[in-house]
């Protein structure tokens, strides 16, 4: 059984929009999500995600990604950066997975 949890270090919402040259970036570091595991983990990505598009119904957005900073607790010294894009038609998750050690 793997016992490995997962905490998320920052969330960052990004979109782009025909009318501004670069994105628009918003970051903020987690204060309220405890360590999960990591179904509890791809829940989280889902439901923030759904919310953040809720929120910006309505805005002319083109592309929206959500970025999840995290670390797990079998190697806490490296932090994983995860771009969520949503699901696609099948109820897959579409993201881009990165790597990096922490200094």
């Known amino acids: 059984m793997n016992n490995e949890t997962f905490l998320i270090k920052n969330v960052a919402l990004s979109g782009t929009v025909?009318?501004?040259?670069n994105p628009v970036i918003a970051k903020v570091p987690n204060k309220t999500?405890?360590?999960?595991?990591?179904?509890?983990l791809k829940e989280i990505f889902k439901m923030m995600f759904e919310q953040?598009?809720?929120?910006?119904n309505g805005f002319p957005i083109e592309t929206l990604t959500m970025t999840f900073e995290y670390t797990r607790s079998g190697s806490p010294d490296k932090l994983y950066i995860l771009?969520?894009?949503g699901e696609d038609e099948q109820g897959k998750m579409n993201y881009d997975l990165f790597r990096t050690s922490l200094c």
């Open 33 to 40: 999500v405890e360590a999960v595991s990591e179904s509890r």
């Open 83 to 85: 771009d969520y894009y």
């Open 52 to 56: 953040a598009k809720k929120e910006f």
């Open 18 to 21: 025909s009318f501004l040259p």
